[in-house]
Every structure is written in C-alpha cells, then in structure tokens.
C-alpha cells in the first residue's frame, strides 16, 4: 500500500481537488474559500465564494476559472480582472447542483438535481446539464443516484458520472455537439464513491467503502480493484498532480453522517492527503 503524507491540516471539508498551474486547487466547504497548494504545502485563498455548499471548480481551455453556485444554481467566471460574471443560469434545470468538469472543446458537464440532502428527506434522481461555449444550457442526462465527481477520458468521447447512491461509475458517449448516449455501468464500487480522477492506463481513482472502511481505489472499467488505499477519515474527492502527475492527492474528514452535517461544517477536521501513484494524471479535469 502506497505511503501516506499530510500535506495539509486545519480544513473544514475539501472538495473539487484540480491540479492547475503548478499547484492543487480545490474548495474548501464551509470556509467559503478556494485554496491552492504547492507541493511543499505553501498554500493561499485565491477566491472567496459567495455561497455555502456545496461549490466546485474547473478552467474554461482560455483559462477562465469557473465555480459552481450549488444553492444558487449559477455556474459563475472569473474575468482576467477577477471579477465574477454569470456563466450560466442552471435553475431552470433543478435547484441545487454540486460537480462541474470542461472538456477539451470547452463544454461545460455540471450535475445536480432537486435533492434535499439531508435526514428523512425523499430522495430524487438527478441530471447533467450541458454548457456550451456559446453560453446555451440543456439537460443531457437524468436519473442520476446523487451525481457526484466526473472524469472525460483524454479523447473527449467519454464522460464518466459518479453515482453515489448507487455506489457505481456510470459512463456516456459523448458526441461531437455535447450529449450523451450509450449510458452504461463502468464499475460497481460496492460502497461509496465521490470526487473522482483518471489515470494514462484508463483506470480511475475514486473514494470507496468495500467493506465498510474508508478508503480510496484505484478501479479498471469492469471493476477491477488495482490498489488501495486506507483512510482513517471519510475522502471527499482525490486528484492526481504534481510534477509528474503521479501524487494522489485525497481530501478526507470526519464524516458521522447526515444527522451530523453541522458539527461537519463547524469543525476543522479536514486534511489533504498525499500518496504515490504508478500511473500519472490524465483525461480531465
């Protein structure tokens, strides 16, 4: 099992972990920040969000970061002057919406849905909505088992969905104008599954509970399980990065599940995580 490292202490609940310019860049719920972090552990609040929960971040290919407005349903952009316009108004789709990821022909995948996540609350399916560099917004899949992290495989023809409530990796044809199609299981994880990354040999990195213990795998399309790594905190999300792109990078905290969301939110269990991986970042984010 690969070596863990702490990198970083003091978090309230990392999430939406990209390896951007040089650094680690990622959301840092419930402080309302948006953090970047070297590899040394040098770390500074780039943006401070407008919102509560949940937020999540990527670039547009010219650079432009955009973050996610979960309970606002707005997806927002960074102008070169830092300011922050509407990129995209998602509330015509569902009310709340949580990851976001860009391809490489700078469509914009977000997903949400009309959840209330929270105890005793009906559960609804969710969606993904696409972006289009023109600015127009459309649903391109529903049914969603509380979407979470997304993966677009390095060819662009492939988007990979976390469903949570399932606890799977559903995959989708991209075609050249966006939708998807062709929606298929690509692994079962058993339990879990959040926040995920690829790897150059097609496998992802996703946070996992096999047998109950938190940890974060290492899976092949058809489910295989080629490493794991165990946690002593619940992990939110990983990324791979660093100068060869082969640092896992895990955001974990104390998780005691949904009847606890705000003792999550009012304590500072977080950590960012750091283990070697045997095959370096690709695909996006």
């Given amino acids: 099992m690969p070596e863990r490292q702490t990198l970083m202490n003091g978090l309230v609940v990392g999430e939406s972990p990209r390896w951007h310019a040089g650094r680690l860049w990622f959301s840092n719920w419930g402080a309302q920040e948006i953090i970047a972090v070297d590899v040394n552990g040098r770390s500074e609040v780039m943006v401070r969000v407008p919102t509560t929960v949940p937020f999540s971040i990527d670039w547009l290919p010219d650079g432009r970061l955009l973050v996610v407005l979960g309970p606002e349903a707005r997806l927002l952009r960074q102008e070169p002057d830092r300011s922050m316009a509407t990129h995209a108004d998602l509330s015509g789709l569902a009310k709340g919406w949580n990851e976001i990821v860009v391809d490489g022909r700078g469509n914009t995948y977000v997903n949400g849905g009309d959840y209330k996540f929270g105890p005793g609350e009906p559960f609804v399916p969710g969606v993904v909505a696409l972006v289009t560099p023109d600015g127009s917004v459309r649903q ?143 695909g996006r984010p």
């Fill in 140 to 282: 391109v899949a529903d049914d969603i088992h509380f979407p979470n992290g997304m993966v677009v495989t390095p060819d662009n023809k492939t988007l990979i969905v976390t469903e949570s409530f399932k606890a799977r990796l559903t995959a989708f044809d991209i075609a050249a104008d966006g939708s998807l199609s062709n929606r298929r299981v690509w692994a079962e994880l058993g339990q879990g599954g959040d926040g995920i990354c690829m790897d150059a040999e097609g496998a992802v990195w996703t946070p996992a509970f096999p047998d109950g213990r938190p940890c974060c795998v290492r899976v092949r399309e058809g489910g295989e399980v080629l490493q794991r790594i165990e946690l002593d905190k619940f992990c939110f999300a990983c990324m791979l990065g660093g100068e060869d792109g082969k640092t896992l990078f895990m955001l974990v905290a104390e998780w005691r599940g949904v009847e606890h969301m705000n003792e999550l939110f009012s304590s500072h269990t977080g950590q960012l995580l750091t283990a070697q991986a045997p095959s370096p970042h690709a």
